[in-house]
T-cell receptor, first 117, second 113 residues
Framework: AQSVTQLDSQVPVFEEAPVELRCNYS??????LFWYVQYPNQGLQLLLK??????LVKGINGFEAEFNKSQTSFHLRKPSVHISDTAEYFC???????????????FGTGTRLLVSP | GAVVSQHPSRVICKSGTSVKIECRSL??????MFWYRQFPKQSLMLMAT?????????EQGVEKDKFLINHASLTLSTLTVTSAHPEDSSFYIC?????????FGSGTRLTVV
């Protein structure tokens, strides 16, 4: 069974500072990895995903993440955050490679990013 | 890009009544639809997975007779909460799997009074 661990429930940061949101996963098979952002009372918006290829993935809004297979991590980073980045961020994993159809996403518990002026 | 339209965004119902939540994929065909439930300040909990034209597969602990899922076409899936009770109050989110990957609806806030 797969699992995702987001160690930080909340990350406070000042505007224009860099931030890293940590995500570690557990899986016995190859994986696809995702980061989503959720604003209050809204659905999830995809920030970026890793399916294969380059381990450094660039997403929307200046976010990027690096897939590290040896450390089973997929940490999300942004070099300079804005007030508008304040939201809940979810890391998710699903089975990768060779599957037919869509497999379910397993989500982490989320990290609340709080950006203050 | 892909859009999943989810309605209603908010609903308040009386205890004992049923509520239907609808998710439509607007510009793609959702071969698979996932239904999630989210409690305040918590993660998404998968309730069930449905493929067009077949019965939904429910996660362990989810009552299939209480949460009825219909995926009659590649663009429409519905979740009906039957005989709702206050403990069913939650945020429900659908996610369609199709050519654009996983696309999430905007969620439905259900309050049972």
């Amino acid at each position: 069974a797969q699992s995702v661990t987001q160690l930080d429930s909340q990350v406070p940061v000042f505007e224009e500072a860099p931030v890293e949101l940590r995500c570690n996963y557990s899986s016995s098979v190859s994986v696809y990895l995702f980061w989503y952002v959720q604003y209050p009372n809204q659905g999830l918006q995809l920030l970026l995903k890793y399916l294969s290829g380059s381990t450094l993935v660039k997403g929307i809004n200046g976010f990027e993440a690096e897939f590290n297979k040896s450390q089973t991590s997929f940490h999300l980073r942004k070099p300079s955050v804005h007030i508008s980045d304040t939201a809940e961020y979810f890391c998710a994993v699903t089975n990768g490679g060779g599957n037919t159809g869509f497999q379910k996403l397993v989500f982490g518990t989320g990290t609340r990013l709080l950006v203050s002026p | 890009g892909a859009v999943v339209s989810q309605h209603p965004s908010r609903v308040i119902c009386k205890s004992g009544t049923s509520v239907k939540i609808e998710c439509r994929s607007l510009d793609f065909q959702a071969t698979t639809m996932f239904w999630y439930r989210q409690f305040p300040k918590q993660s998404l909990m998968l309730m069930a997975t449905s493929n067009e034209g077949s019965k939904a597969t429910y996660e362990q602990g989810v009552e299939k007779d209480k949460f009825l899922i219909n995926h009659a076409s590649l663009t429409l899936s519905t979740l009906t909460v039957t005989s709702a009770h206050p403990e069913d109050s939650s945020f429900y989110i659908c996610s369609g799997g199709g050519d654009y990957g996983y696309t999430f609806g905007s969620g439905t806030r259900l309050t049972v009074v």
